[in-house]
């Protein structure tokens, strides 16, 4: 009886083991006006280029990010929540342009294919990790930008955390004092 206590047990610990994600992460939210982004504080519409958002268990309101780099240093910070159901990232092969990227066009980024190391900027003029739902499209801009087609967990920590100028500022000097 003894055993048969601890075979159930142990199935009933590997059941809940699964996939929490897998058929119950919540919807995206549409990207409107009233969004601010979580780390620029401004309005992600007034920036070009792919939008994150992550959904954290138990809030409904999402975070809103000014590019999907910032969605991924977000899941890479130490000091953020953990408690991540969904990040969201702007499927650009489904997005009407750089400028506008859709409201509506969201892909999970644990799913999406990503364009690490181009030439792309987005948000705050930073290279962009640029999100594609499908990985063929994500290969033609590659070919036609540059960079490398990585899935969201060969994303390097760097490419999302590492400091750059805003375009048109002098890189910091690495020279020491």
Same mark, same amino acid.
């Given at each position: 009886?003894?055993?048969?206590?601890?075979?159930?047990?142990?199935?009933? #610990?590997?059941?809940?083991?699964? %996939?929490?994600?897998?058929? %119950?992460?919540?919807?995206?939210?549409?990207?409107? #006006? $009233?969004?601010? &982004?979580?780390?620029?504080?401004? @309005?992600?519409?007034?920036?070009?280029?792919?939008?994150? $958002?992550?959904?954290?268990?138990?809030?409904?309101?999402?975070?809103?990010? *000014?590019?999907?780099? %910032?969605?991924? /240093?977000?899941?890479?910070?130490?000091?953020?929540?953990? =408690?991540? /159901?969904?990040?969201? +990232? *702007? %499927?650009?092969?489904?997005?009407?342009?750089? =400028?506008?990227?859709?409201? =509506? @066009?969201? +892909?999970?980024?644990?799913?999406?294919?990503? +364009? +690490?190391?181009? *030439?792309?900027?987005?948000?705050?003029?930073?290279?962009?990790?640029?999100?594609?739902?499908?990985? !063929?499209? #994500?290969?033609?801009?590659?070919?036609?930008?540059?960079?490398?087609?990585?899935?969201? =967990?060969?994303?390097?920590?760097? !490419?999302?955390? #590492?400091?750059?100028?805003? *375009? &048109?500022?002098?890189?910091?000097?690495?020279?020491?004092?």
């Amino acid at each position: 009886m003894k055993s048969f206590a601890a075979l159930l047990l142990a199935a009933l #610990a590997l059941a809940g083991c699964g %996939d929490r994600n897998a058929g %119950d992460a919540p919807k995206p939210a549409s990207l409107t #006006a $009233q969004a601010i &982004g979580r780390y620029c504080g401004m @309005n992600i519409l007034e920036h070009p280029g792919p939008k994150g $958002q992550i959904l954290l268990r138990g809030n409904p309101e999402p975070i809103w990010f *000014s590019s999907a780099r %910032d969605a991924l /240093a977000f899941t890479m910070l130490p000091e953020e929540p953990k =408690d991540i /159901a969904a990040i969201y +990232v *702007s %499927d650009m092969g489904r997005a009407p342009s750089w =400028d506008a990227p859709g409201a =509506d @066009n969201w +892909v999970e980024a644990r799913k999406a294919w990503f +364009v +690490v190391g181009g *030439s792309a900027r987005g948000g705050m003029g930073v290279a962009e990790l640029v999100p594609f739902g499908e990985k !063929a499209a #994500a290969e033609r801009f590659a070919a036609e930008k540059g960079g490398t087609v990585m899935a969201f =967990d060969e994303v390097p920590p760097s !490419a999302a955390l #590492a400091a750059e100028p805003a *375009s &048109g500022e002098e890189p910091p000097s690495r020279e020491p004092n």
